[in-house]
């Protein structure tokens, strides 16, 4: 399993997601309200807007609770100014991990993302210290029912940068420009993908085990857990065996 879909596919296998839906929701909501108040409340004009509303409807949000969070965004959102932050720093065993945040109040963020990194046996360091470790791309996720060799054509005539065979499942690349196109044309081509989304996938992996490794899954559950974060991303590797002995 490649890296940078590690803790997704972590978080499936604890059976987390369905417990923290409501915090799932919550992010989505401020994400779509954010995005209408930036670029307007068209999602077929606005492309952060049309990215943010397919990943509420994948986590099967209503669709009232959706148009709501758009009218909030092009409404101005009265009372409410989010900044948007990124923080940098290290987990057990060195991991780079980058944090997304979108918040009313830097001072109550920092604290409480400092706080986690220090109480998982982490650092934050300065802005620059870890970002250049990750890129920035689309990314597509198929199960092992599509056909590899039809999808990788249609994925690289459609702009996709790679198609690579995992364990578990296709993944296609793309930049964060094509993203949008290459997803829409191959669903129109009849592949069904799981996900899709825009990510920060690492260069490079460090592989975790025993204290690391349950430090750093503790580390990812009280970051995501955090109300002002949006998104954390790291280089961490652990294997099956590895997760077996945790689980």
């Excluded at 077929?44 to 009218?71: F, Q, S, Y």
């Excluded at 198929?142 to 590899?148: R, V």
Aim: aromatic content about 6%.
């Amino acid at each position: 399993m490649s890296g940078h879909n590690k803790w997704s596919t972590i978080k499936h296998k604890k059976g987390a997601a369905d417990a923290k839906r409501g915090k799932i929701f919550t992010k989505l909501i401020k994400e779509i309200s954010v995005a209408a108040k930036l670029g307007g409340g068209d999602p077929a004009a606005n492309p952060r807007l049309r990215t943010a509303v397919d990943k509420a409807k994948a986590e099967n949000m209503p669709k009232d609770n959706i148009e709501r969070a758009i009218k909030k965004g092009t409404g101005g959102m009265e009372g409410v100014v989010y900044e948007e932050i990124v923080y940098e720093g290290y987990g057990p065993g060195g991991v780079a991990v980058l944090v997304e945040v979108m918040t009313d109040n830097r001072n109550r963020s920092v604290s409480e993302v400092r706080s986690i990194f220090t109480k998982c046996n982490g650092n934050m360091g300065e802005a620059g210290c870890v970002a250049w470790m990750f890129d920035k791309k689309g990314l597509i996720i198929f199960d092992k029912s599509a056909d590899f060799d039809a999808l990788f054509e249609a994925a690289l005539e459609a702009g996709a940068d790679d198609v690579a065979e995992e364990d578990e499942q296709y993944e296609v690349t793309t930049e964060p420009g094509a993203f949008i196109e290459v997803r829409d044309t191959l669903e129109s081509k009849g592949f069904k993908y799981q996900s899709a989304e825009i990510t920060m996938i690492p260069q490079t992996l460090l592989a975790l085990e025993g204290k690391q490794a349950e430090s750093m899954l503790k580390m990812m559950d009280r970051l995501e857990d955090c109300d002002d974060v949006q998104n954390v991303y790291a280089n961490f590797d652990i294997s099956s065996d590895e997760m077996e002995k945790m689980m």
